[in-house]
């Protein structure tokens, strides 16, 4: 009886040994995770997984504003966006219209989404590319949202949904009379109510679904 309670207790201390170094190693996994730092004449993208990858400013060109969050770096210059892809190491740009304005971006740990007066923009962290869609002479983006591995932007006319698995942009249209009530998000869907209806877009779908 005493030797099996030694084993017991034995046993119970390397299972507790064993779930601290689980745990400890979960709190230090750090592959992946950017930080950006802007400076005169580049931008540096720095992850744990390895040393900086450097994007040089063109003649004339200035930063804006920058960010990083998970896997995702986000640039924007007075002339171009630029995604940075922690897993492809390799920074990817798209040039601006001159005519064109940047609104509001939603910087997620695997995702970009970014709005213009004439465009809205998105970046695939995991495939390291852009997508863009056109907006309408009279559409103008009211919201942009996001969470986990989708984000949606709304305009006065439809939704737009993009994600991290599915490539493109994949939209809804109102009908004349409906009204956006709420947006709210999970790790892997969009969910948006109107006044007549709710809609959901979800991560690795290529398309809204009517909630009924």
Known sequence: MRRWLNS?????TMLVGQLLITAHSEGQRGDGQVTVTPTADKVIAWSAAGGGVEESLQPGES??????RGHTGFVQTSTRLLGFS???RQWRDLDLGVEERVGRFQ???FLILVHSNQQVYGFQETRG?????S?????KVTQLRGHGHVAVAITNQRALGFSTYTGGFFNIAWTPEERVLSVDGSQNGMVVRTSSRTVIF???STG???VR
């Not at 930063?63 to 990083?68: D, H």
């Not at 907006?135 to 559409?139: A, T, V």
Request: proline content about 6%; cysteine-free; overall charge negative.
């Open 129 to 133: 590319h852009w997508t863009t869609v």
């Open 63 to 68: 930063v804006v504003t920058s960010g990083a």
């Open 107 to 109: 910087l997620l740990p």
């Open 202 to 204: 979800k991560s690795q």
């Open 8 to 12: 017991m207790v034995l046993l119970g």
């Open 135 to 139: 907006l309408g002479p009279s559409e």
């Open 208 to 210: 809204w679904t009517e």
């Open 86 to 88: 922690a897993g492809l």
